[in-house]
């Protein structure tokens, strides 16, 4: 007379719910590397606004960094396009440096601490936006510092084989690729979302199927007395 569940659905449900959880979130190891990059450009951006006269320090360090530069091509751009406007270009960079820490912190801690909402999904897609800053800022300060490309070279034995602002980028673009998977598999577990009509408006959502226009051919018109 009643349908019976088998034994093991209870099981296969949660074990289900667990593997949807599991691959709809950013992995808890990239999390905290996601956090460690955060915190770093969130030091280094108070670092720069809280600096007396950086739009001064930065046009003399721009200025002191193209001589000798491999990298002609950046240093004319520097020379032509960011010296001449280095008093926009300072706030710019004090502000996008602080604004990228915060975003991939917060990013971090809603993975690690609220995985299934929405919100978090939401700002994971803004954290891929802010990683890809980060990676062209890294990329802007590898080729302002001048560093020879990561490659075997005997003439750079007392430095470090492979330059930090060389490696972040293809930490940053890692994430956005993590980011950007997990956000569209969210995003096919979740489905559209659907526009509730507000009930002040008295008006009626039309069920799925039927055309509120039209009636039934078994209708009857009503009379009047």
Avoid: C
């Avoid at 084989?161 to 998977?181: E, T």
Wanted: zero cysteines.
């Amino acid at each position: 007379m009643f349908n019976r569940q088998p034994r093991g659905a209870p099981l296969q449900g949660t074990m289900r719910a667990a593997v949807v959880t599991r691959r709809g979130r950013l992995p808890i190891f990239l999390s905290v590397v996601q956090a460690i990059l955060g915190y770093e450009w969130v030091i280094s951006g108070l670092n720069k606004l809280l600096a007396a006269r950086f739009d001064a320090h930065l046009a003399a360090l721009l200025q002191h960094s193209t001589p000798g530069n491999p990298y002609r091509w950046y240093t004319a751009f520097l020379q032509r396009v960011v010296l001449p406007h280095h008093a926009l270009v300072a706030p710019l960079d004090q502000w996008g440096e602080t604004a990228i820490g915060v975003v991939l912190l917060l990013s971090a801690v809603l993975w690690l601490v609220r995985p299934r909402d929405r919100l978090t999904v939401r700002v994971a897609g803004v954290a891929a936006l802010a990683l890809l800053g980060a990676a062209l800022l890294n990329v802007n300060y590898f080729l302002q510092g001048g560093a020879p490309l990561p490659w075997i070279n005997p003439g750079n034995a007392y430095n470090p084989g492979v330059d930090i602002d060389a490696l972040l980028p293809l930490i940053a673009l890692a994430l956005v690729a993590a980011n950007v998977r997990v956000v569209r598999r969210r995003a096919r577990q979740l489905g559209p979302i659907t526009r509730r009509t507000p009930a002040w408006t008295g008006h009626r959502a039309p069920r799925v199927g039927r055309d509120p226009r039209r009636r039934g051919a078994n209708s009857r018109p009503q009379i009047s007395r």
